[in-house]
């Protein structure tokens, strides 16, 4: 009877000894599947102040290229404003020429900066990332790429059509393909009387113009989403994870 108790206490204690070591293991798998998330969310905060820092720089370099085309183009409007009184005096002095065709060439320069998109494209092909964003910040990132990519899109299909038009398809130019990369190979293949009384022509210097101008004020929207954002991105860095 006695040994019979004593078998039936020691069965009882195999079995808490079993419970609590069966409790321990859960409860170490546990903690180590909450250290793992652990880590992968604080992965995920390093990774996302990463790519705010990049964008931050990314867009602050668009900033100052595109403040460089802003100063380029306000630089040259005076040559502009000297060509057209030529015309409209119809100047037929070797430097009223000279004047003419390096307004025309100034007028049909690249107006295209070269945008940095890299870290926009990664961060927006990130889903862990753009969950940790707050809904205002991705209102703002959103807006930013829409403006920049139709911004970029604009001035090149107007880049296109001002070299074009104004160059290729008016046969009162000539080129000398000799010149440095920097200087103007433009020069006129026609007297600047005659070029004076081309409606075509004169009808095409003001659409370059125009063109230009609308360079200009696509620049300086631009100018003011992207300085908008860049405070934003500093907003979202200072918030709270």
């Known amino acids: 009877?006695?040994?019979?108790?004593?078998?039936?206490?020691?069965?009882?204690?195999?079995?808490?000894?079993f419970l609590i070591e069966l409790?321990?293991?859960?409860?170490?798998?546990?903690?180590?599947?909450?250290?793992?998330?652990?880590?992968?969310?604080?992965?995920?905060?390093?990774?996302?102040?990463?790519?705010?820092?990049?964008?931050?720089?990314?867009?602050?370099?668009?900033?100052?290229?595109?403040?460089?085309?802003?100063?380029?183009?306000?630089?040259?409007?005076?040559?502009?404003?000297?060509?057209?009184?030529?015309?409209?005096?119809?100047?037929?002095?070797?430097?009223?020429?000279?004047?003419?065709?390096?307004?025309?060439?100034?007028?049909?320069?690249?107006?295209?900066?070269s945008f940095q998109l890299a870290s926009l494209d990664e961060l927006s092909r990130q889903d862990r990332y753009l969950n940790q964003l707050s809904a205002n910040f991705r209102t703002s990132l959103n807006e930013y790429r829409y403006r920049l990519t139709e911004i970029d899109d604009q001035l090149i299909i107007n880049y296109g059509l001002m070299w074009d038009?104004?160059?290729?398809?008016?046969?009162?130019?000539?080129?000398?393909?000799?010149?440095?990369?920097?200087?103007?190979?433009?020069?006129?293949?026609v007297p600047v009387e005659e070029l004076c009384k081309n409606t075509r022509f004169r009808a095409q210097f003001a659409i370059t113009r125009a063109f230009v101008d609308s360079a200009d004020r696509f620049s300086n929207d631009l100018l003011e989403v992207t300085e908008r954002f860049v405070a934003e991105i500093q907003r979202e860095q200072e918030r709270p994870s």
């Open 1 to 17: 009877m006695i040994l019979r108790r004593i078998a039936s206490s020691l069965k009882r204690l195999d079995l808490v000894s």
């Open 23 to 113: 409790l321990l293991v859960i409860a170490g798998v546990l903690a180590a599947l909450q250290v793992n998330n652990w880590n992968e969310e604080r992965k995920d905060q390093d990774g996302l102040a990463l790519s705010l820092t990049r964008l931050e720089a990314e867009a602050k370099f668009n900033i100052d290229i595109t403040q460089q085309q802003i100063d380029l183009i306000n630089d040259r409007r005076g040559i502009w404003r000297s060509a057209g009184e030529l015309l409209d005096s119809c100047n037929s002095t070797a430097e009223g020429a000279a004047v003419i065709s390096q307004a025309v060439f100034e007028l049909t320069a690249d107006f295209v900066p």
């Open 165 to 189: 038009d104004h160059v290729v398809r008016l046969p009162v130019w000539d080129a000398d393909l000799n010149l440095e990369h920097s200087a103007n190979p433009l020069k006129l293949a």
